[in-house]
């Protein structure tokens, strides 16, 4: 099973500010990487798949780069709705795994 | 527009069985694969189970194999996840979701299960 480990746990800024998120899979998985927002009480919102492609309706601040076991999600301007927990998710392997999640909260 | 709304979460005791549905619109069900992905309070996303676009085909993580299985009505545009042999360690909120070129997208509201005495 490939695991998924997410850096910072918790990322304090400011709105306006550029966020960095971080991925490692614990062996490759070539781009076939996702990252994914959840908001208090709602289900997970697809953001950005094979690393670096937004999800219909997403906000071009949102980007994503990475490959093979090293990948980042970018927000260049925080709004003040981005402030959530972000997952990243593997589709190379079976079974799909997720991180454990950074929690993006308003310094 | 897509809608994917779960429901037939509950208490349950341990060791009892439960089912779970997920009614879909706003796209042409048969012709997609599902998920049923979890998350227990306060913790992280995890898989749990898929199924192909006919049903002829299913997985399950490792940690309920054997006790749920994954199924679905193409002419009712639904999936169900029928959980047996229920333990607290399954205590979650269950969401499903469709396989968007493989991704999970969308995901349903989820439905709540407690498993306890």
């Known amino acids: 099973e490939i695991v998924l480990t997410q850096s910072p746990a918790t990322l304090s800024l400011s709105p306006g500010e550029r966020a960095t998120l971080s991925c490692r899979a614990s062996?490759?998985?070539?781009?076939?990487l996702a990252w994914y927002q959840q908001k208090p009480g709602q289900a997970p919102r697809l953001l950005i798949y094979d690393a670096s492609n937004r999800a219909t309706g997403i906000p071009a601040r949102f980007s994503g780069s990475g490959s093979g076991t090293d990948f980042t999600l970018t927000i260049s301007s925080l709004e003040p709705e981005d402030f959530a927990v972000y997952y990243c998710q593997q589709r190379s392997n079976w079974p799909k795994t997720f991180g454990q999640g950074t929690k993006l909260e308003i310094k | 527009e897509v809608q994917l709304v779960e429901s037939g979460g509950g208490l349950v005791q341990p060791g009892g069985s439960l089912r779970l549905s997920c009614a879909a619109s706003?796209?042409?069900?048969?012709?997609?694969?599902m998920h049923w992905v979890r998350q227990a309070p306060g913790k992280g996303l995890v898989w749990v189970s898929r199924i192909n676009s006919d049903g002829s085909s299913t997985s399950y993580a490792d940690s309920v194999k054997g006790r749920f299985t994954i199924s679905r009505d193409n002419a009712k545009n639904t999936l169900y996840l029928q959980m047996n042999s229920l333990r607290a360690e399954d205590t979650a909120v269950y969401y499903c979701?469709?396989?968007?070129?493989?991704?999970?997208?969308?995901w349903g509201q989820g439905t709540l299960v407690t498993v306890s005495s």
């Open positions: 062996q490759s998985v070539s781009s076939y």
């Open positions: 979701a469709r396989d968007y070129i493989s991704w999970f997208d969308p």
């Open positions: 706003g796209f042409t069900f048969s012709s997609y694969w």
